[in-house]
Each structure stands twice: as structure tokens, then as C-alpha cells.
């Protein structure tokens, strides 16, 4: 089975746009998981500018399914996460003034800092996750590191799927038999979207969790219009 995690990042987009708590991101966090999901993942930026630090805290009582914390693992990023202890942690070689992730890590440039990050967490007993290409060296990479999981960066993918290019599949489905040959657990994320979630499920195996944030919160929206606009029709009758 694979778990779907919701990424409520845009919910504190949204609620920051306006400086009070509307939406409430602890009830749609709470709510989400009533719904069904599995999970719930976040990515604290430095900026703050949608989750900010006290959100995640917030959150540690209300998450009761997986909780996934994404982030570059800068000193503020980990002190915070070693002090909320979620189910995971993904690792993101986020620039600072990055619009949104747009890179996985080089495992074996980066191994022995990630190694050292990753031996930090499992200590605490958090799982680990990191955000790679589907690139087999990069695979390899991650397995000499230690950690429990790779996240396999999909927007690759999303792009090429969305312009018809089903061959875009096979560096992915590549990865895949090779993370599962050499024992590592299989996440995936961005820019997944109801359009492409099944192919992309269907040509993973062993795909153990998803993070869906931008386009999931984006079709909650546009399938909620219908029903909301008229009920304020109703009301203004
Ligand atoms: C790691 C990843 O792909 C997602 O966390 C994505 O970066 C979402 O972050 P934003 O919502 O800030 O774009
Ligand atoms: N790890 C990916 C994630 O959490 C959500 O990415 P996106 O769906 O917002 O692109």
C-alpha cells in the first residue's frame, strides 16, 4: 500500500495572506486525517512564509498518522525538528531563496555531511528520508549514507507526463528496482496531481508514500466551487 501524505503547506499560504488563522491549519491538518490520509508533511521554510516554526509544534498533538518534516538541514531546521521528534524527516538541499524545491541532493558529494546529519536523527529515533533525482549513482549515494528512505523528486516526471511523454517513467521506475534491491524504502513528491498519481503509482514498486501538497490543495478547491458558490446563492436568495 502506498501512504498518501498531505502537504498543508499552501493552507498557511493562504491563512498568512491575511495575518489571522482562517483557515485553520490545525483543523485542516485534523480534518485531513479524518478524511483518510496517512499522513501529514510539512516544509518550514527560513522565511516562515507559509509553515512557520510554531506551526510544526503546534502540529506534534494533532498529527496522529505519519508525521513528515521536510527541510534543508540548517542548524534552526534541525534543532527544531530534534526537538518536535515526527515520524520522519526528509532531507532537502533547499536554496534559501529557493521559489520551491528544485533539486535532489549529490549523495556523494554531499555523503559524508548527510551521513553525520542522518546518524543525528536515527539517534532520536526519527526515520530519515532524502530528496534525490532519479539518478542510480545518486541511489547508491543514499544507501552508503544510511538512511531508511529516499524521496524520489517528481517534477520531472509531472512535467513530461503532462506534455505526453509516458517515457519519462523510466528513470524512475529504474531507481526504484534499485532502491528496492539494496533495501531502502521509496517515498515521492512534488507536483504529483490527480492526473498523473496512478501511471506514477503504477510503474514504482515497492512506492511506500507519496507527499502531495500544491496541485492536491489546488483540486480541493476547484472541486469545492460548485458546492460553495451555491450556498451562498442559497443564502442571498
Ligand atoms: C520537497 C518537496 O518537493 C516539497 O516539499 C515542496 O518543496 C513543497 O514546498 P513548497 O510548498 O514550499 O513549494
Ligand atoms: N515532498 C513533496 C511534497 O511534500 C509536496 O510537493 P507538492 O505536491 O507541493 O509539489
Not at 55 to 66: G, Q
Not at 160 to 187: C, K, R
Not at 219 to 231: Q, R, T
Amino acid at each position: 500500500m502506498t501512504k498518501l501524505s498531505v502537504n498543508i503547506n499552501k493552507i498557511a499560504t493562504l491563512r498568512n495572506a491575511r495575518g489571522g488563522n482562517v483557515p485553520d491549519l490545525l483543523k485542516v491538518a485534523a480534518d485531513i486525517q479524518k478524511f483518510g490520509a496517512q499522513g501529514i508533511t510539512i516544509h518550514p521554510r527560513p522565511d516562515e512564509r507559509h509553515i512557520r516554526y510554531q506551526d510544526a509544534r503546534d502540529l506534534k498533538s494533532i498529527v496522529y498518522t505519519e508525521y513528515n518534516i521536510e527541510g534543508n538541514p540548517e542548524k534552526t531546521f534541525l534543532d527544531l525538528v530534534l526537538e518536535i521528534k515526527p515520524t520522519q524527516v526528509t532531507l532537502v538541499p533547499d536554496a534559501i531563496d529557493a521559489i520551491t524545491s528544485n533539486a535532489g541532493w549529490d549523495t556523494i558529494k554531499h555523503g559524508s555531511y548527510l551521513t553525520e546529519i542522518v546518524q543525528e536523527f536515527q539517534r532520536n529515533g526519527i526515520r530519515t528520508s532524502i530528496f534525490v533525482d532519479p539518478v542510480l549513482e545518486m541511489i547508491e549515494g543514499a544507501k552508503k549514507i544510511g538512511t531508511e528512505r529516499i524521496e524520489l523528486y517528481t517534477e520531472a516526471f509531472a512535467h513530461q507526463f503532462g506534455l505526453g511523454n509516458q517515457n519519462a517513467i523510466l528513470p524512475y521506475t529504474e531507481s526504484a528496482i534499485l532502491a528496492n534491491e539494496l533495501g531502502l524504502g521509496i517515498n515521492a513528491g512534488h507536483d504529483l496531481s490527480l492526473d498523473n498519481i496512478q501511471f506514477f503509482k503504477q510503474n514504482i514498486p515497492g512506492l511506500l508514500e507519496v507527499s502531495i501538497g500544491h496541485a492536491l490543495i489546488a483540486e480541493a478547491i476547484y472541486l469545492g466551487l460548485d458546492n460553495v458558490v451555491n450556498m451562498y446563492l442559497q443564502k442571498l436568495k
